[in-house]
Nanobody, 115 residues
């Protein structure tokens, strides 16, 4: 069984920064990729950033140049450094771990950016 746990959400003013953390626990034998998605109120879930086990990265267009994803394979963890935050970044952020080609999702962490 795998558990994915996020932390680091919160409230910040526009222009500020936050760092999200996520770790996978349990029967974690082979992580194919880990990433972050978000869902704003009334919107569909969208990709924020994802990083593969080969360290290839992909970012959503709206966060390119502002957010940086990184991972620590020794901790089965992934991080999202969010800079120059905007009110439109307000959403619930979800961590996704693809382990042996199966999806595992965290419960989500709220990020709120005020004007």
């Amino acid at each position: 069984q795998v558990q994915v746990v996020e932390s680091g959400g919160g409230s910040v003013q526009a222009g500020g920064s936050l760092r999200l953390s996520c770790a996978a626990y349990g029967s974690v034998f082979s992580i194919n990729a880990m990433g972050w998605y978000r869902r704003a109120p009334g919107m569909q879930r969208e990709l924020v950033a994802i990083i593969t086990n080969g360290n290839s990265t992909n970012y959503g267009d709206s966060v390119k140049g502002r957010f940086t994803i990184s991972r620590d394979n020794t901790k089965n963890a992934v991080y999202l450094q969010m800079n120059s935050l905007k009110p439109e970044d307000t959403a619930v952020y979800f961590c996704r771990a693809i382990i042996q080609f199966k999806d595992h999702w965290g419960q989500g962490t709220q990020v709120t950016v005020s004007p």
